[in-house]
């Protein structure tokens, strides 16, 4: 059965505690990993899709990289307004994604 | 200019009812789905549809019937309401994932709450 895991559950960081956040899967049949942003009550917010092993991608403070286990959201410097959980969904052939619990990420002024 | 939409954002309801929840996207997908949030945050896919066809049919009961009426809606009803059934219901879309651009945008969320 396809697996896969994020870590850590939470983190606490003060503002401009640059982190990773780390998402593992199993490796056969994958066909992109996906990384939303879920705030408290609304929806999974798109983020980034990565294809390939040695892809990277940015958006303002956090850039996603994919190796060939696992994929890391690194956030530099982060905002107050960076507090969300995030969530890591690999697709597979069956063209499911399949979602990690979370991270839920807190970050203190 | 919502993209994707659900309604009602709340339902409360007693055990044993029947009750449906709306999906619309504007988007001009071809493809939706519906997703359950239970109280640990898991996020697990239920069903989707491609151009008003099931695709994806999980191991859900089949008190959860879905229907697509056409290829920019997609409700979900649900008979005999049970306690287990409270969580929270994600609807999505996204093109064919099949050519490729699959990127799948979340609607709001519908919270049931079964008493």
């Known amino acids: 059965e396809d697996q896969v895991t994020q870590s850590p559950e939470a983190l606490r960081l003060q503002e401009g505690e640059s982190s990773s956040l780390n998402c593992s899967y199993t490796?056969?049949?994958?066909?992109?990993l996906f990384w939303y942003r879920q705030d408290p009550g609304k929806g999974p917010e798109f983020l980034f899709t990565l294809y390939s092993a040695g892809e990277e991608k940015e958006k303002e403070r956090l850039k996603a990289t994919l190796t060939k286990k696992e994929s890391f959201l690194h956030i530099t410097a982060p905002k107050p307004e960076d507090s969300a959980t995030y969530l890591c969904?690999?697709?597979?052939?069956?063209?499911?994604?399949?979602f990690g619990t979370g991270t839920r990420l807190q970050v203190f002024p | 200019d919502t993209a994707v939409s659900q309604t009602p954002k709340y339902l409360v309801t007693q055990m044993g009812n029947d009750k449906s929840i709306k999906c619309e996207q504007n988007l001009g997908h071809d493809t939706m789905y519906w997703y359950k949030q239970d109280s640990k945050k898991f996020l697990k896919i239920m069903f989707s549809?491609?151009?008003?066809?099931?695709?994806i049919n999980e191991t859900v009961p089949n008190r959860f019937s879905p229907k697509s009426p056409d290829k920019a809606h997609l409700n979900l009803h649900i008979n005999s309401l049970e306690l287990g059934d409270s969580a929270v219901y994600f609807c999505?879309?996204?093109?064919?994932?099949?050519?490729?651009?699959?990127?799948?945008?979340f609607g709001p969320g519908t919270r049931l709450t079964v008493l």
């Open positions: 490796v056969s049949g994958l066909r992109g």
């Open positions: 969904a690999p697709r597979y052939n069956t063209d499911k994604l399949i």
């Open positions: 999505a879309s996204s093109h064919d994932p099949q050519r490729g651009t699959d990127t799948q945008y």
């Open positions: 549809y491609n151009n008003k066809e099931l695709i």
